[in-house]
């Protein structure tokens, strides 16, 4: 007899559930635990396409897991929510450095103040890192603090919000449903422009997230509502979440349009690196040349710079590309060209996000003792990049590479004796006769239009084509130029460099035509930009036989861009002559020394001068004609543009409108299936008024709502003939002395629906459209108003009408008892 709570059980017949332990998670935590761990995974799901590997999606479900178990413990302990923010600080410390460094610092027990302040300066000063480094960044680097950092705020802020005690339902349903929403958009936000997953990230995350908002909604109004679970509701439930999801997918993306690109925070951020601070490659062209006896340190013709290996003989090894002229120099920039293009120097991984369609290349350079400077020779498109030298990870950590003009920079420098090794692919870059310039032009810089008359003379025999002007021209420079490095007594007066009076005094408007690769490539590159074809200078060698690179394997070559946005190579023997000048008496007054000029400054920025040139007219012309030969050829290929046009910006919007309108109508109808379909007789019979009630409304008429309103005082305003009889109708079988038949719950939906018809006959068609996708009856408040009027017993307004064949007061009281047991075991039908 001391097990008395066991025979109390034995004789109610009821048993009471207990859990085991305070600590552990009841049915509703672990409800509100898987939730918010999966929601989790997804928003870190965004860090995909910012991280190699699948490291940083583990350590941050682990940085999730762990901060919802403590949020979890904590409240069971009566904690309030900042004791779990402050254990989980001091365990992303203790954990941070053998998860996320792969140390334990300066002891074997806990991490040291080393360990500690590095992971402190990650998770401070690691966003800038992430938005400054070309994604994707090695997965098993110290960055994977972000993630470890990012998954322990999303479980704090899901599971505390969802445990926060909040005096409102409504916004205790809302509050960790927005709070993973914020965490997904912070992940997005420091992601890429480029998506991971829309379907993961948009239709999935909003199913779910959207499903636990339904989930802790019902369980909010539970101690209202009662009754038992309707396995009809969660089934239209799941089906109008995939019905959102599937309508949301496709609708982003036609309001989203052909950009897939996004507003992300890299976009914003500017790369704290400015290639700008060194000088231009080219302009020291002349310490590659032949000196011919005469002594000069800095002359690197005869001295080996580089030893490659994997690259085939007579390949391209690129020194620099340099992308814009300021009137004194070509120099490599940032974001040269308009357009979505990296065109910048970013910071890279050991991995580089650089698809490219080509050969693979897998080589090693050894720089050799005629090496200096910042500028890293290169082949193709990166893939990958590994320093093998004693300072290796310092060098990696500086290394910057733009995508654009496939340039790599050390800005701490470069050394004789540094060993690297990379994988490319080397891309189709050779200049065919079928190559289409692109149109995409850039205006020329002040003080190069001396380019136009010569570019004009020129190309007068060759079209109107770019690409057969360009050819033209280079072909001219070729036939009527001669080539010296002003090495010798008689050609001291052709002076180095490549300003604007270098390339036009003394190179296209003189009587002579004489330069070595530095004038030559600077002026190829500068008609071919005014003719229309964007050009950019390249330095660079062509590796010899056994692949020891000297001086004088070193020649500048321009590239020109394609219609395809790819840059083919025009090489340097196809607008460069190599017949020398005939001998001159050189002048007394001019320069004999100086075979190498100095570096010039740095590269300005860009001017923003409002003066129009003729470039820009070109370029605005060149734009306005590629718009209208895409109007002409239309959206759709093969029908007019006005079809493309039509279906774009009418039948789409149109499709999304009779999709949610048709959801309204399919709404409605599901209603009234589930009220025709109640388990009980009684609430079918209350169901059917309540859809007579909600047509009333939908068609306009003013129905008064609220707990104290009856069916018969609905009936009054109700513009119908037979409503009175049908709420009275209604009330007897409800709250009579007898359970309704099946048969007579059939009986009255079927007077319902005739009544129903009888009201939509008396208005016009347009008014029944109206009505069959009003939202009217949808409304919460209305539905809350109207289950109670119709529902609770205080509609018993007249107790011997509500059962007239009731033996005297005990069948109305057995009445009134059994109504209200029928609405407290039903709950609100919807």
């Given at each position: 007899?001391?097990?008395?709570?066991?025979a109390?059980?034995?004789?109610?017949?009821?048993?009471?559930?207990?859990?085991?332990?305070?600590?552990?998670?009841?049915?509703?935590?672990?409800?509100?635990?898987?939730?918010?761990?999966?929601?989790?995974?997804?928003?870190?799901?965004?860090?995909?396409?910012?991280?190699?590997?699948?490291?940083?999606?583990?350590?941050?479900?682990?940085?999730?897991?762990?901060?919802?178990?403590?949020?979890?413990?904590?409240?069971a302990?009566?904690?309030?929510?900042?004791?779990?923010?402050?254990?989980?600080?001091?365990?992303?410390?203790l954990?941070g450095?053998?998860?996320?460094?792969?140390?334990?610092?300066?002891?074997?027990?806990?991490?040291?103040?080393?360990?500690?302040?590095?992971?402190?300066?990650?998770?401070?000063?690691?966003?800038k890192?992430?938005?400054?480094?070309?994604?994707?960044?090695?997965g098993?680097?110290?960055?994977?603090v972000?993630?470890?950092?990012s998954?322990m705020?999303?479980?704090?802020?899901?599971?505390?919000?969802?445990?926060?005690?909040v005096?409102?339902?409504?916004?205790?349903?809302?509050?960790p449903?927005?709070?993973?929403?914020?965490?997904?958009?912070?992940?997005?936000?420091?992601?890429?422009?480029?998506?991971?997953?829309?379907?993961?990230q948009?239709?999935?995350?909003?199913?779910?997230?959207?499903?636990?908002?339904?989930?802790?909604?019902?369980?909010?109004s539970?101690?209202?509502q009662?009754?038992?679970?309707s396995y009809?509701?969660?089934?239209?439930?799941?089906?109008?979440?995939?019905?959102?999801?599937?309508?949301?997918?496709?609708?982003?993306?036609?309001?989203?349009?052909?950009d897939?690109e996004?507003?992300?925070?890299?976009?914003?951020?500017?790369?704290?690196?400015?290639?700008?601070?060194?000088?231009?490659?080219?302009?020291?062209?002349r310490?590659?040349?032949?000196?011919?006896?005469r002594?000069?340190?800095?002359?690197?013709?005869?001295?080996?710079?580089?030893?490659?290996?994997?690259?085939?003989?007579?390949?391209?090894?690129?020194?620099?590309t340099m992308?814009?002229?300021?009137?004194?120099?070509?120099?490599?920039?940032?974001?040269?060209?308009?357009g979505?293009?990296?065109?910048?120097?970013?910071?890279?991984?050991?991995?580089?996000?650089?698809?490219v369609?080509?050969?693979?290349?897998?080589?090693?350079?050894?720089?050799?003792?005629?090496?200096?400077?910042?500028?890293?020779?290169?082949?193709?498109?990166?893939?990958?990049?590994?320093?093998?030298?004693?300072?290796?990870?310092?060098?990696?950590?500086v290394?910057?590479?733009?995508?654009?003009?496939?340039?790599?920079?050390?800005?701490?420098?470069?050394?004789?004796?540094?060993?690297?090794?990379?994988?490319?692919?080397?891309?189709d870059?050779?200049?065919?006769?079928?190559?289409?310039?692109?149109?995409?032009t850039?205006?020329?810089?002040?003080?190069?239009?001396?380019?136009?008359?010569?570019?004009?003379k020129?190309t007068?025999?060759?079209g109107?084509?770019?690409?057969?002007?360009?050819?033209?021209?280079?072909e001219?420079?070729?036939?009527?130029?001669r080539?010296?490095?002003?090495?010798?007594r008689?050609?001291?007066?052709?002076?180095g460099?490549?300003?604007?009076?270098?390339?036009?005094?003394?190179?296209?408007?003189?009587?002579?035509?004489?330069?070595?690769?530095?004038?030559?490539?600077?002026?190829?590159?500068?008609?071919?930009?005014?003719?229309?074809?964007?050009?950019?200078?390249v330095?660079?060698?062509?590796?010899?036989?056994?692949?020891?690179?000297?001086?004088?394997?070193?020649?500048?070559?321009?590239?020109?861009?394609?219609?395809?946005?790819?840059?083919?190579?025009?090489?340097?023997e196809?607008?460069?002559?190599?017949?020398?000048?005939?001998?001159?008496?050189?002048?007394?007054?001019?320069?004999?020394?100086?075979?190498?000029?100095?570096?010039?400054?740095?590269?300005?920025?860009?001017?923003?001068?409002?003066?129009?040139?003729?470039?820009?007219?070109k370029e605005?012309?060149?734009?306005?004609?590629?718009?209208?030969?895409?109007e002409?050829?239309?959206i759709?290929?093969?029908?007019?543009?006005?079809?493309?046009?039509?279906?774009?910006?009418?039948?789409?919007?149109?499709?999304?409108?009779?999709?949610?309108l048709?959801?309204v109508?399919?709404?409605?109808?599901?209603?009234?299936?589930?009220?025709?379909?109640?388990?009980?007789?009684?609430?079918?019979?209350?169901?059917?008024?309540?859809?007579?009630?909600?047509?009333?409304?939908?068609?306009g008429?003013?129905v008064?709502?609220?707990?104290?309103?009856?069916?018969?005082?609905?009936?009054?305003?109700?513009?119908?003939?037979?409503?009175?009889t049908?709420?009275?109708?209604?009330?007897?079988?409800?709250?009579?002395?007898?359970v309704?038949?099946?048969?007579?719950?059939?009986?009255?939906?079927e007077?319902?629906?005739?009544?129903?018809?009888?009201?939509?006959?008396?208005?016009?068609?347009?008014?029944?459209?109206?009505?069959?996708?009003?939202?009217?009856?949808?409304?919460r408040?209305?539905?809350?108003?109207?289950v109670?009027?119709?529902?609770?017993?205080?509609?018993?307004?007249?107790?011997?009408?509500?059962?007239?064949?009731?033996?005297?007061?005990?069948?109305g009281?057995a009445?009134?008892?059994?109504?209200?047991?029928?609405?407290?075991?039903?709950?609100?039908?919807?």
């Open positions: 007899m001391r097990n008395t709570p066991r109390s059980t034995a004789t109610t017949g009821t048993r009471t559930r207990v859990r085991s332990h305070a600590l552990l998670p009841d049915r509703h935590s672990w409800v509100d635990i898987g939730f918010t761990l999966v929601l989790a995974a997804m928003a870190l799901s965004a860090l995909g396409t910012s991280f190699t590997g699948s490291s940083y999606l583990v350590v941050g479900l682990l940085g999730a897991v762990i901060a919802v178990t403590v949020t979890h413990l904590t409240r302990a009566g904690w309030p929510i900042i004791s779990a923010a402050v254990i989980c600080l001091v365990l992303f410390f954990l450095g053998p998860l996320c460094l792969r140390s334990l610092g300066d002891s074997s027990v806990l991490p040291g103040a080393s360990t500690l302040g590095r992971v402190a300066d990650q998770a401070i000063f690691g966003w890192d992430l938005l400054t480094t070309l994604p994707p960044i090695d098993d680097g110290p960055l994977l972000l993630p470890w950092l998954g705020l999303a479980g704090l802020v899901g599971l505390g919000l969802a445990h926060l005690p005096r409102r339902a409504w916004l205790a349903a809302v509050l449903v927005l709070g993973m929403t914020a965490v997904l958009s912070g992940a997005i936000l420091v992601g890429v422009r480029h998506p991971q997953s829309l379907l993961l948009g239709s999935v995350f909003a199913g779910v997230a959207l499903a636990w908002l339904a989930v802790r909604a019902r369980r909010a539970a101690a209202v009662g009754g038992s679970t009809v509701r969660a089934v239209g439930a799941v089906a109008m979440l995939a019905l959102a999801a599937g309508v949301a997918f496709p609708a982003s993306a036609v309001l989203a349009g052909d897939d996004r507003a992300v925070a890299r976009n914003w951020v500017e790369p704290p690196f400015d290639i700008g601070r060194y000088p231009s490659p080219l302009a020291g062209f310490k590659y040349v032949d000196l011919k006896g002594n000069d340190p800095s002359n690197v013709y005869d001295k080996t710079l580089l030893e490659v290996e994997g690259v085939e003989a007579g390949r391209l090894i690129r020194f620099a992308d814009r002229y300021d009137g004194m120099v070509w120099g490599a920039s940032d974001n040269a060209l308009p979505p293009a990296d065109d910048s120097f970013q910071r890279v991984s050991s991995t580089i996000d650089n698809p369609d080509g050969e693979e290349v897998e080589a090693t350079v050894t720089l050799g003792e005629g090496w200096s400077g910042v500028w890293l020779p290169t082949v193709g498109a990166l893939q990958s990049m590994t320093f093998e030298t004693s300072d290796a990870r310092a060098k990696a950590e290394f910057r590479y733009n995508l654009a003009t496939s340039t790599a920079v050390v800005p701490s420098g470069l050394q004789p004796g540094d060993r690297y090794s990379f994988t490319a692919v080397q891309p870059d050779v200049l065919t006769p079928e190559t289409v310039g692109s149109a995409e850039a205006s020329l810089p002040p003080g190069a239009a001396f380019i136009q008359g010569p570019a004009e020129w007068e025999k060759a109107t084509d770019p690409m057969d002007r360009v050819l033209a021209a280079a001219h420079l070729k036939s009527e130029g080539y010296s490095d002003g090495i010798g008689t050609e001291r007066i052709y002076v460099g490549h300003s604007v009076w270098r390339l036009s005094d003394e190179f296209v408007n003189a009587p002579q035509i004489v330069g070595n690769d530095e004038q030559y490539a600077a002026t190829m590159a500068l008609i071919a930009n005014e003719i229309g074809v964007p050009a950019r200078v330095l660079g060698a062509v590796v010899p036989e056994g692949g020891r690179v000297t001086g004088k394997e070193v020649q500048a070559w321009v590239e020109l861009r394609a219609a395809d946005g790819s840059w083919r190579t025009l090489p340097t196809s607008f460069m002559s190599t017949t020398p000048p005939a001998d001159q008496v050189p002048e007394t007054n001019t320069p004999m020394s100086g075979t190498v000029i100095p570096p010039p400054n740095p590269i300005p920025p860009p001017s923003d001068a409002g003066e129009q040139s003729d470039a820009d007219l605005r012309k060149a734009t306005r004609k590629n718009s209208e030969e895409d002409e050829e239309g759709i290929p093969g029908l007019p543009a006005w079809v493309g046009v039509v279906l774009t910006y009418v039948a789409l919007p149109v499709l999304v409108v009779a999709l949610l048709g959801a109508v399919g709404l409605k109808a599901w209603r009234r299936h589930r009220r025709r379909r109640a388990d009980s007789a009684s609430a079918r019979f209350v169901g059917a008024w309540r859809e007579l009630v909600d047509h009333a409304r939908d068609l008429q003013v008064p709502l609220g707990p104290s309103v009856t069916r018969r005082e609905q009936s009054v305003a109700l513009v119908s003939a037979g409503a009175t049908l709420a009275r109708r209604a009330d007897n079988s409800v709250f009579g002395p007898r309704p038949e099946d048969a007579a719950a059939a009986t009255y939906w007077s319902i629906d005739a009544e129903r018809r009888a009201m939509s006959r008396e208005v016009t068609r347009w008014q029944r459209l109206r009505a069959a996708v009003s939202l009217r009856s949808l409304r408040g209305s539905r809350r108003g109207s109670r009027a119709v529902t609770a017993p205080s509609d018993i307004a007249d107790p011997a009408a509500a059962a007239p064949t009731a033996p005297g007061r005990f069948a009281l009445g009134r008892r059994r109504g209200l047991a029928d609405w407290r075991s039903r709950g609100t039908p919807e």
